[in-house]
């Protein structure tokens, strides 16, 4: 009894301190402390420029709206240059874009062959003159005060990374879209407590972030999420990143489950190509980045072994100890609540707990089977955006 008791309670101390004790820690850490306060003012001569790099694969719906929220922006405009990237698009996204090539900064360049994001993004960046880059996604919209907001804080040298605050401000109760919403909205305030305890956030939010040219680094070949890939580089580096909470930007939230199932394998896939490839920041524990990677993310991408581990032996001890019955049946019912509420969902009964429940163990099995997909090995980086219907 003693081994399979040790591994349950080591299990479900693991699982509570990622998401419930990490969180309190790092609020209680982040009391009284300020946001990076070495900043450029709006009407200083030395702001940076910046080029804004864009990969879109038939984004015919949002890309004109996405050129637009760009310019209506109170950052000097003749700092500013648009690097759009489109992969093989078979609508009416290079004609929209091209239409503002002679009007404002923008640079269209067409691939005829599907290539992916990753490295699509890498080319733009050898092909973009400017001291900052502003990676983000075309269905990602500006508000007047997102550039500025994140490009003041470079004033301060030891930053090098800066992520946008992205919103998502309507979202309907019939789907999944509340939850994520809710869940994205709990990791951008953990992202910023991080940002300002140590400057060690663990992961900007791919949508919109802003680095340093000159501390952008190649993405490799088949490497799916970029946008981490390029946040520890940063903090491998020695450099830190934040999150500036006033560069807004607003992002629609898919409420399909399927859709946004499908895409959370896509980030678990490449979050597993990261855990690898960023090891060595996990030696030690007791450093900021360490502490922060480990408990933000690796044990959570750890979460369905740690779930599977603790069901199986609080099964193997309910043989010979009954108490642990209900223990069993708990999490054997918290297992199928995907499938419960959508029997519920079918006959139109939508219960905000259940849904978080389901929400929960959906994203653990996106996370098992990224992890298989990354197992058997990833040979492209093409990817199919994630159909917003809201």
Not at 149 to 171: D, F, Q, R, S
Request: hydrophobic share 45%; with cysteine.
């Amino acid at each position: 009894m003693g081994i399979y008791a040790f591994i349950f309670c080591l299990c479900i101390a693991l699982l509570f301190h990622s998401y419930v004790l990490f969180p309190l820690l790092l609020s209680w850490f982040a009391k009284n402390k300020k946001q990076n306060e070495i900043t450029y003012a709006l009407n200083d001569l030395e702001l940076p420029t910046v080029a804004i790099l864009i990969a879109a694969y038939n984004e015919e719906t949002v890309i004109e709206e996405k050129i637009k929220s760009i310019f209506l922006t109170d950052y000097p405009i003749e700092k500013i240059q648009v690097y759009i990237g489109t992969d093989a698009c078979t609508d009416q996204t290079n004609p929209i874009v091209q239409r503002y090539v002679d009007t404002h900064a923008v640079h269209l360049i067409e691939f005829k062959n599907r290539t992916g994001k990753t490295a699509i993004i890498n080319h733009l960046a050898t092909l973009a003159k400017a001291d900052v880059f502003i990676l983000t996604d075309a269905n990602v919209f500006f508000l007047k005060q997102t550039i500025f907001e994140m490009l003041k804080h470079y004033k301060n040298k030891e930053i090098a990374l800066v992520a946008g605050n992205i919103l998502n401000p309507v979202v309907k109760m019939d789907g999944i879209a509340h939850q994520e919403k809710s869940y994205l909205t709990r990791e951008n305030k953990i992202k910023y407590q991080e940002g300002i305890c140590w400057g060690s956030m663990i992961g900007a939010f791919g949508g919109c972030y802003s680095l340093r040219a000159a501390n952008y680094t190649i993405v490799p070949k088949y490497f799916i999420v970029d946008d981490f890939y390029l946040s520890m580089n940063v903090l491998k580096q020695g450099k830190k990143a934040i999150v500036a909470l006033e560069a807004v930007c607003i992002e629609d939230v898919s409420n399909k489950v399927s859709e946004e199932f499908r895409r959370k394998v896509r980030i678990a896939t490449g979050n597993f190509q990261n855990l690898f490839h960023f090891a060595s920041l996990l030696k030690n524990p007791f450093s900021s980045i360490g502490f922060c990677f480990w408990s933000h993310k690796v044990i959570r991408w750890m979460g369905p072994f740690l779930l599977i581990m603790a069901f199986n032996t609080s099964y193997l001890l309910s043989l010979s100890h009954a108490a642990f019955l209900p223990v069993v049946y708990l999490q054997l019912g918290l297992s199928l609540s995907p499938i419960i509420d959508w029997v519920f969902k079918k006959i139109g009964i939508h219960l905000k707990l259940l849904r978080f429940a389901s929400h929960f163990y959906l994203m653990n099995l996106a996370l098992l089977k990224g992890f298989f997909i990354f197992k058997k090995g990833i040979k492209s980086s093409i990817w199919e955006p994630t159909k917003r219907n809201q």
